[in-house]
């Protein structure tokens, strides 16, 4: 895929129907029997994929398979919010398949009712109406239909796939809201035979409210321990933007957001109107993501979740046990794609940032190289990335692997074990002054003085803006 070249959705579309053609049928979910409804299987199914799948982390661990023959991949290799963005397609396109197969619905125009479901996706409910007369009198779409839903498409990919610097965890609660409407507008859609446009507009206000509902609380989380930089509520206002959420809702959270920075609000009154068991696990679910990510969790995040899953009536019991799925689906799915793509915006990162990631590091320089030591190979790696020789792409993986294991190792610098975290060492790299290896093994030896060895002490204050 190559985005912004015409006719990439097309070819990818068409690949993945000739993935799902050759792979094994999708197996009726657990509990349920071949003797069961289409909508009921599809309906367990979609509630299963959306997990597995790792659209609910916002990292899909596999975005399918091209056919064989053919391929949408560049020629060269592609920036990390592509690689993703084409994991996302293609899994979303999976899913419709799965569905439209445990549903029993007939063989048709596959990659055309795909696309008229990515449409539906993008808000386009007059393409998507389009599509489906022209499929309805026996028509390919035009291109000027495909050429529309690509654009829609190119312009969310850059929002699917990371966050900035500064700002909200953001990206998983949204692709998941995402997911979930697009899942059960193939539901609708292959179920039903047919696409109603009143569905497809409550199923993207329902999205457009979780999103809502998530910046809320997001917002909360963020102002637990600190009110917020400028920077960082600037990079928060622009990600509301980012949502492209109806104006009316958007004005009403852009307010709500605001007053958060100033004084904290009612969680009670915030998630008041959840009621849903699903929609309380998600929001519950994504603010552990975000409490996580930075590798540590403070005194008053902690005392937020308490607070938020009884707010949503969430048992203890229930809280342990998502933080438990969240470990293990990232303990299993170590060569996800990296989903806070941090690297462009480097330049962001304020002196307060910069200054406390260099406390953490410079804390840990001796613990971190002699674990990077003990790894073996990993020392001759960054050796030659700190002389600006090339690795080649096996050795940027193994060295991708060992530095997780190495960070993994030391608490304090668990933040560069989380997704996206060799991309956020490598940005900080280029910004702190002062090299990761020993003078040993830079260009111009210097020697190292006593007073940097193991200077501050006590724990680092936490540390928040970064998703």
Same mark, same amino acid.
């Given at each position: 895929?190559?985005?912004?070249?015409?006719?990439?959705?097309?070819?990818?579309?068409?690949?993945?129907?000739?993935?799902?053609?050759?792979?094994?049928?999708?197996?009726?979910?657990?509990?349920?029997?071949?003797?069961?409804?289409?909508?009921?299987?599809?309906?367990?199914?979609?509630?299963?994929?959306?997990?597995?799948?790792?659209?609910?982390?916002?990292?899909?661990?596999?975005?399918?398979?091209?056919?064989?023959?053919?391929?949408?991949?560049?020629?060269?290799?592609?920036?990390?919010?592509?690689?993703?963005?084409?994991?996302?397609?293609?899994?979303?396109?999976?899913?419709?398949?799965?569905?439209?197969?445990?549903?029993?619905?007939?063989?048709?125009?596959?990659?055309?009712?795909?696309?008229?479901?990515?449409?539906?996706?993008?808000?386009?409910?007059?393409?998507?109406?389009?599509?489906?007369?022209?499929?309805?009198?026996?028509?390919?779409?035009?291109?000027?239909?495909?050429?529309?839903?690509?654009?829609?498409?190119?312009?969310?990919?850059?929002?699917?796939?990371?966050?900035?610097?500064?700002?909200?965890?953001?990206?998983?609660?949204?692709?998941?809201?995402?997911?979930?409407?697009?899942?059960?507008?193939?539901?609708?859609?292959?179920?039903?035979?047919?696409?109603?446009?009143?569905?497809?507009?409550?199923?993207?206000?329902?999205?457009?409210?979780?999103?809502?509902?998530?910046?809320?609380?997001?917002?909360?989380?963020?102002? &637990?321990?600190?009110?917020? =930089?400028?920077?960082? #509520? $600037?990079? /928060? *206002?622009? !990600?509301?933007?980012?949502?492209? @959420?109806? %104006?009316?809702?958007?004005?009403?959270?852009?307010?709500?957001?605001?007053?958060?920075?100033?004084?904290?609000?009612?969680?009670?009154?915030? &998630?008041?109107?959840?009621? =849903?068991?699903?929609? #309380? $696990?998600? /929001? *519950?679910? !994504?603010?552990?993501?975000?409490? @996580?990510? %930075?590798?540590?969790?403070?005194?008053?995040?902690?005392?937020?979740?308490?607070?938020?899953?009884?707010?949503?009536?969430?048992?203890?019991?229930?809280?342990?046990?998502?933080?438990?799925?969240?470990?293990?689906?990232?303990?299993?799915?170590?060569?996800?794609?990296?989903?806070?793509?941090?690297?462009?915006?480097?330049?962001?990162?304020?002196?307060?940032?910069?200054?406390?990631?260099?406390?953490?590091?410079?804390?840990?320089?001796?613990?971190?190289?002699?674990?990077?030591?003990?790894?073996?190979?990993?020392?001759?790696?960054?050796?030659?990335?700190?002389?600006?020789?090339?690795?080649?792409?096996?050795?940027?993986?193994?060295?991708?692997?060992?530095?997780?294991?190495?960070?993994?190792?030391?608490?304090?610098?668990?933040?560069?074990?989380?997704?996206?975290?060799?991309?956020?060492?490598?940005?900080?790299?280029?910004?702190?002054?002062?090299?990761?290896?020993?003078?040993?093994?830079?260009?111009?030896?210097?020697?190292?003085?006593?007073?940097?060895?193991?200077?501050?002490?006590?724990?680092?204050?936490?540390?928040?803006?970064?998703?």
């Amino acid at each position: 895929m190559d985005l912004g070249k015409a006719g990439w959705l097309s070819s990818m579309l068409e690949e993945s129907v000739a993935a799902h053609v050759r792979a094994p049928a999708p197996v009726v979910p657990p509990g349920l029997s071949d003797s069961s409804s289409g909508r009921a299987r599809a309906r367990s199914y979609l509630r299963r994929m959306l997990r597995a799948s790792g659209l609910l982390y916002g990292t899909p661990a596999d975005g399918g398979v091209p056919a064989e023959g053919v391929s949408s991949e560049p020629s060269g290799p592609a920036a990390p919010e592509e690689v993703l963005f084409r994991a996302v397609v293609r899994t979303f396109a999976r899913m419709a398949l799965d569905i439209a197969a445990l549903a029993g619905t007939p063989l048709g125009p596959r990659r055309e009712q795909l696309l008229l479901l990515f449409a539906v996706l993008t808000g386009q409910l007059d393409e998507a109406q389009a599509i489906e007369e022209k499929l309805r009198q026996g028509h390919e779409a035009p291109k000027r239909l495909w050429g529309r839903v690509e654009d829609a498409l190119e312009r969310r990919a850059l929002s699917l796939s990371g966050d900035p610097a500064y700002g909200l965890v953001l990206h998983n609660g949204a692709l998941y809201a995402d997911g979930h409407m697009f899942g059960r507008q193939a539901l609708d859609y292959f179920s039903r035979g047919g696409f109603n446009r009143e569905m497809a507009r409550r199923r993207i206000d329902f999205a457009a409210r979780q999103k809502a509902l998530l910046v809320e609380v997001l917002t909360g989380l963020a102002c &637990v321990d600190r009110q917020p =930089s400028f920077s960082a #509520r $600037r990079a /928060i *206002l622009r !990600q509301v933007e980012d949502l492209g @959420l109806p %104006d009316a809702l958007e004005g009403e959270l852009r307010t709500a957001v605001r007053q958060s920075f100033e004084r904290r609000g009612s969680l009670s009154t915030a &998630v008041k109107d959840v009621r =849903s068991v699903d929609l #309380r $696990r998600f /929001i *519950l679910e !994504q603010t552990l993501l975000a409490s @996580l990510v %930075d590798g540590r969790r403070t005194r008053g995040e902690r005392a937020f979740i308490d607070q938020l899953a009884h707010a949503l009536r969430v048992p203890e019991s229930t809280v342990h046990q998502l933080e438990l799925e969240v470990a293990e689906f990232y303990a299993k799915n170590r060569s996800v794609v990296d989903v806070f793509t941090v690297s462009s915006a480097a330049n962001l990162m304020g002196e307060d940032m910069v200054s406390r990631m260099q406390n953490t590091l410079e804390r840990n320089f001796h613990r971190l190289m002699q674990e990077v030591r003990e790894t073996g190979e990993l020392y001759h790696l960054l050796t030659k990335v700190a002389r600006g020789q090339t690795l080649t792409a096996e050795e940027r993986q193994r060295m991708r692997a060992q530095l997780i294991d190495v960070a993994k190792a030391i608490p304090a610098l668990a933040i560069f074990a989380a997704p996206g975290g060799m991309l956020l060492l490598v940005a900080l790299a280029k910004v702190l002054p002062f090299n990761l290896l020993p003078s040993s093994f830079q260009d111009e030896p210097e020697p190292v003085s006593p007073e940097g060895e193991g200077t501050g002490g006590g724990d680092e204050p936490p540390v928040r803006e970064v998703g």
